[in-house]
Each structure stands twice: as C-alpha cells, then as structure tokens.
C-alpha cells in the first residue's frame, strides 16, 4: 500500500523572501510525520498548482507577507479547482489583516493564520481536514 | 595589597557569599526555573561581580570613547555634541504618495529620510511586469524610472537632507537614479550625503531578494564603492545589515558574527579589486536590529565595534582611525511586535530603542506599534518618533557617554558576544571565506536552527510573549486605523510607464543599455554607464535586464 502519510505543498507565490515562517512551519510538520514539499520562492500560482497535481498532495499552505494575498490567493484557489484539485485544502498565513479574512474564505481559502498561531493548532487543523488523514 | 590577593579575596568572599546567604535563601524559595535565558536562548548567571571577568583591563578592553577599541563608542562625547539621526523608514504606494510622508516626517521634526522600496522595484522588476501583479506599491515606494524618483524626492533638498535607501540588488540602479535627480536639483555629489544599503549577502542569507548569482552581484557592488569613493564621498555606499539577520530568525551572536563576517567580505573583494582600504572603509556603515532582550542588545553593539576595530587592524592593516570606527543604524525588531494587543508594541519598541541609544547608534529607526498587521498609519508613524524623541530629551540617556560601561554583566556578555563572533569567523574562514559558506548553505541552516527553537519556546512557553501566549485577551476592545493600498498605484503607474516608454528617445535609450552590456562584459564600472542610461530614463526593469546576459541569474539552492 502506498504511504499514508499526510502530504502538504507549502509554497510562497509572490516576490516577498520573508520564508522563516514558511520554513518554520515545513519543519513543524515533517516533524509531526507529514510529507512536506516546500516550492521555494516565487512561485507563480500556475506553478504551486501544477507542483501539487505533480505531487498528489492533500494540503496546499500559503505564505505571502508583502500584502498580494488578495491577489495571489483567490488565483491557486481558482486554478486549483480548474484543475480539479476539489478535495485538497488550501491554507493560507502571513501577514493578512483580520477584515481581509471573510472575503479570503468566501473565495475558497479554507484557514488563516496570522503571527502568533501555535505550530501544533496548524498541525491539528491539518491532520483534521486533510484528505488522507480523513480516508 | 597585591591585585592578586584582591582577585582572591573577592573569589573567596564571593564563595562565602553563596554558602551562607545564597543557600539559605535558594532552600527557602526557589528559583522559578533551572536556567535563565536570554532572548536568544543563551544562559545567562544569577549575578555578575568582578570575578566573572577574569583578565579584565580598562584600558585595552575597553578604553575611552572615541578611541580604540572604541567599546564604549566612536565620539568622545557620546551623544551630548549631536543627538542621533532619528531615520524613520517609509515608503508606500506611488512616488506622489511617499513624497507627502517624506514631507510630514521631515515638518515634525525627523532628521533623516529613509526610502522603503516596494517587492517589484526590490527584485529589479518594473511596476507593469507580469511578476508585479499585486505587489506595486504594497510594502513599499515603487520607483520604475528616473521620472518616479523625481517625483518622489520634489521638494526635498539632497544635499541638506541625508537619505538612505534600502535597496540591494539594483541598488546601483537606484544610486543612479538618485544621483541623476540631486543633479537636476543643481546639488554637488561631493556634498550629497546618504547611505545606501547595497549588501547582497545578507539577501542569499536571510531576506532573499536577489537578482545576479553572488560573486557577479558582488562586481556591482565592488563598482559602487569605487565610484562613490571617488564621485559621491559624503555617501555610504554600503550599509552592512544584520537587521534582517535577526528578522529571519538568527540569535544576537548570529546577527553579529554574520553581518561582521559580510562586513570582512566587502572589505576583502575592495582590496582585491585594488582599493585601498582606507580610501574606502571610512564610508563602510552598519545595520542592526535591536530585539526584546535588553542588555544582550547593549552587549552586541559594544561587541561589534571592538571587533571591527580588532578586524580593520589585525585583518585588513588599516591606518587611519575611520576605518576603525563601526557606525551603525538600528531599527527596532519588526519580528518582535504582536498583532494581538498592538498597542503593547509602543512599549516593546520603546525598550528596544533605548537598548539601541545606551549601544551608542549613529541613527535609529523606531517601528511603528501597528506593523504586525500593515504597513504604518501617519498616527502610528508619529508616535514612533515621538518615542525616540522622549528617549532623547526626557529620559537622561543621552546625558552620559556609554552609562552601562563597567557593569559585570555587560562586560561580560559583551566578552561573550566577541568571543562567539570570532569562533564563527574561523569556521567561515574554513569554507574559504563568506560566499563558499553560502554556497553551502551554512549561515542559512545556523538561521533556521535558531528560528525553529525560538519556536518551540514560544509555542510551549518557555518564552512569554505579553498578549500572545499569556496574558491573551479573547475579545480585544483595540481597534487601530490601518493603512490600506489598493491597486490604484498599478494602475497608474501602468500609465505613467507607457507614457515614459512613448515619449523618451527610445533610440538613447537603446545605445545606453547596450553600452551597459558591453561595458559590464569587458568589466568597466557599471555605475558611470548605469548613470547614462538613467539620464536617458531607462526603466529600471530594462537596466537589470541588460546586466543579466553578463551576469546570469542566481538559483538558490535547496537546503
């Protein structure tokens, strides 16, 4: 059979560099026994969607800290789905301001989290919405 | 008595100390916890006293300001001749709208002008490019071409005003540019004053915007530092950072030992290109960042103008003491600040810029209390000044040179904190200098090691964070005002680019970009050449593009 493990893409779309979180959080999970494959930076959304296709994944994470979320996100969303990736999650972080939140889950963005969010509540909300765990 | 039988009596009283007041009181009510740590997680004792600096020599460890080593600061009467530079950084949305902050800092009494650039301009892309979608203008001033800046420097005089420019990888794009406008302003560049940051290690480091592979990128700078020696001598060509170091996770010895280590690097590629050292290092300037931890901030910056004394000496033969005197700016940790309770972020910064004036920094910039959630409302801008200003004026740091010199503590962790830097020295030294040790990814991994654990301490509360992992609250009355930028810069700065692209001489423009290709080939300094393709308004995105033929373009390696 093959690996069970939950698998997560974490991707920075975007030209921002700030990746400590991103890097943070890659260790958090593959310590917690996920597979995690980090894109690097500045990926374009057409590259982190064919990156996840490419690698089966069950969790697609976000990290944008300049601001283009709005702009960024809403589009992996939309090519995620064109590319039917229905049932994989698709979260987000960084610096993103609280009212900006509802209208980024109205677009398809499943979670949020901003500075502050303990690494074991990202892993719990992994392990608790991803597909394979769920199957 | 002999200084001897001082040493021993004080060990011995220092023993008898512990046996009989020490004991009882640690029996009766223990300490809270085994080991106390420091913000970077480095140990720290109970009590500093005369024996926890063996070896100790006024004169030769620290000596008195303004003299080497220079730990107890560069000017002889501190702050009491001339206050420090209060440099606030800003910079957002179009060139017009930075131009009215510049303006409002400037009326309420800042001293200096600090340039924020935004992601498309720092990664060398024009604001229409495809990569810039939704990043124009967002953390940032976006400046495409000689016709923004003029915009964004109308009415601010360049040879009253000094004005640093964070920017590094085409920063000998934007240097000519800024240069091109003091021109137009009929300033003299012998007497145009700034800094611009222009360190391209710490980007394959830590903040990671980078265009050219380094040892090309490192040619660019190697051009700029000539060519302000020479052209410019009033500018810093360089201002050598560990602020985002620190931000990407790094400890204070980290920070230190790194940004010195980039420091020796410069120094090492100027003299190879033929400089001499002393024509140059003069005009070398620092960075950092001051974090949470009070005294460990005080003892980095003593440390790191002992060191760069002991560098510029031993390493490089300097002769003339300005090029044995670290000057730095400082900016408050951005990492530090919380979006739960914002408003505790003017406390935070507060503390942090006083450590940053008790270190004895040449300028400062104080983060605003709402940058955890966006870029500074004018409300929260203001009150960061004010802070510095309150420092300034009423709370008598500023009255006595280096005021913590001879405490135990901070001599002892300013020991420490030479002693550490140097240990990662040798082991740089080892890969073959800097660069190989980026190549193979060392100061990265150092980074992210020290990043994940500050983690680790915070998630299970080792480290308590005031508003995030204590003390929450879990409806917050606060609500602050915050900055918004939409994409209204885009799009006008879309029309002001086909507007430029329409009506400049595209044929000047042309022979300007090929002479830059042909001229960085046959290794000229590019800087002469970048200054005439600004004049003929070359776009930014279109100088970079004319480099990387020459240059290639930098990958960076997964770790």
Same mark, same amino acid.
């Given at each position: 059979? +093959? ?72 589009r992996v969303v939309e090519l995620a789905r064109q590319a039917g990736l229905d049932d994989v999650i698709i979260f987000g972080g960084g610096i993103i301001p609280d009212e900006d939140i509802p209208r980024l889950k109205e677009l398809g963005v499943s979670e949020i989290f ?18 394979? +765990?769920?199957? | ?105 400037? &009326? ?9 650039f935004d992601l498309p301009t720092l990664m060398g892309y024009d604001s229409d490019h495809p990569f810039s979608e939704g990043e124009v203008g967002k953390c940032g001033v976006a400046i495409s071409s000689l016709a923004d800046m003029e915009v964004l420097f109308d009415g ?24 091109? *406008? ?28 980078? =265009? ?6 490192? #040619?660019?700078? *190697? ?22 170091? #620190? ?70 033969? !300097? ?31 507060? =503390? ?37 200003? =309150? ?44 660069? &190989? ?20 301490? *915070?998630?299970?509360?080792?480290? =308590? ?36 692209? !329409? ?5 000047? *423009? ?50």
């Amino acid at each position: 059979m +093959a690996d069970e493990r939950i698998r997560v893409l974490l991707a920075k779309p975007g030209l921002d560099g700030h990746d400590r979180g991103v890097k943070v959080i890659a260790r958090a999970l593959r310590d917690a026994g996920m597979e995690v494959i980090y894109t690097g930076l500045r990926q374009t959304p057409e590259q982190v969607v064919s990156a996840s296709l490419q690698e089966d994944v069950d969790a697609i994470g976000l990290s944008i800290l300049s601001g283009a979320h709005m702009t960024l996100f809403p589009r992996v969303v939309e090519l995620a789905r064109q590319a039917g990736l229905d049932d994989v999650i698709i979260f987000g972080g960084g610096i993103i301001p609280d009212e900006d939140i509802p209208r980024l889950k109205e677009l398809g963005v499943s979670e949020i989290f901003t500075p502050g969010t303990r690494m074991e509540d990202i892993i719990a909300y992994i392990r608790q919405h991803a597909r394979r +765990a769920q199957s | 008595m002999s200084a001897t039988d001082v040493t021993n009596r004080l060990q011995e009283a220092e023993m008898e100390w512990e046996e009989r007041t020490l004991k009882p009181v640690l029996k009766k009510t223990p300490e809270s916890r085994q080991v106390f740590t420091t913000t970077s997680l480095a140990p720290v004792e109970r009590l500093y006293t005369p024996n926890s600096l063996p070896d100790f020599d006024y004169e030769t460890d620290l000596g008195f300001p303004g003299q080497p080593p220079y730990t107890r600061g560069i000017h002889a009467t501190g702050y009491r001749g001339k206050l420090w530079t209060m440099r606030q950084f800003a910079g957002f949305g179009s060139a017009f709208d930075t131009n009215q902050r510049f303006k409002y800092l400037l &009326e309420h009494g800042q001293t200096g002008l600090s340039t924020a650039f935004d992601l498309p301009t720092l990664m060398g892309y024009d604001s229409d490019h495809p990569f810039s979608e939704g990043e124009v203008g967002k953390c940032g001033v976006a400046i495409s071409s000689l016709a923004d800046m003029e915009v964004l420097f109308d009415g601010i005089p360049l040879e009253q005003v000094t004005t640093s420019m964070t920017i590094n990888a085409p920063a000998s794009m934007i240097l000519a540019m800024f240069l091109v *406008v003091a021109e137009k302003q009929g300033a003299d560049w012998q007497r145009v004053g700034g800094t611009l940051q222009n360190d391209i290690l710490k980007e394959y480091i830590a903040q990671k915007e980078w =265009i050219y592979p380094p040892r090309q990128a490192m #040619r660019l700078i *190697v051009d700029t530092v000539e060519f302000c020696t020479k052209e410019a001598p009033k500018f810093n060509p360089i201002s050598i950072s560990g602020y985002h170091i #620190r931000e990407a996770g790094s400890t204070a010895l980290q920070e230190l030992a790194f940004t010195l280590r980039d420091g020796i690097e410069y120094v090492q590629y100027c003299v190879n290109h033929g400089l001499d050292v002393d024509d140059f290092a003069p005009r070398l300037s620092f960075f950092f960042n001051s974090h949470n931890d009070f005294f460990e901030e005080i003892a980095k910056y003593r440390a790191a103008r002992r060191i760069w004394h002991k560098v510029m000496t031993e390493r490089f033969g !300097a002769k003339s003491p300005r090029s044995w005197a670290l000057r730095f700016h400082t900016q408050t940790a951005g990492v530090s600040l919380t979006a739960q309770q914002p408003l505790n972020n003017i406390v935070r910064v507060a =503390i942090q810029a006083l450590a940053g004036v008790l270190g004895g920094t040449q300028s400062l910039h104080t983060d605003a209390y709402d940058e955890a959630l966006a870029l500074p409302s004018d409300e929260a801008a203001l009150i960061a000044l004010r802070t510095q200003q =309150i420092i300034a004026h009423e709370s008598g740091a500023a009255n006595v040179v280096d005021p913590l010199g001879g405490s135990y503590f901070i001599e002892k962790l300013t020991r420490e904190m030479e002693e550490g830097a140097f240990d990662y020295f040798r082991k740089i030294d080892d890969f073959g200098g800097m660069i &190989e040790a980026i190549d193979a990814g060392f100061p990265q991994r150092e980074i992210q090691d020290s990043a994940y654990h500050y983690q680790l301490a *915070v998630d299970s509360k080792d480290k =308590i964070i005031v508003g995030l992992n204590d003390y929450v609250m879990k409806d917050e009355p606060v609500q602050i005002p915050l900055l918004q930028i939409d994409e209204s810069t885009a799009k006008l700065q879309a029309e002001r680019l086909a507007k430029l692209r !329409a009506e400049r001489d595209g044929k000047r *423009v042309a022979e300007t970009l090929k002479a830059l290709t042909d001229g960085a080939r046959q290794g000229h300094n590019t800087m002469y050449l970048l200054l005439d393709c600004v004049r003929a308004y070359a776009t930014l995105g279109e100088m970079c593009d004319a480099l990387r033929p020459v240059y290639g373009e930098y990958q960076e390696p997964a770790f």
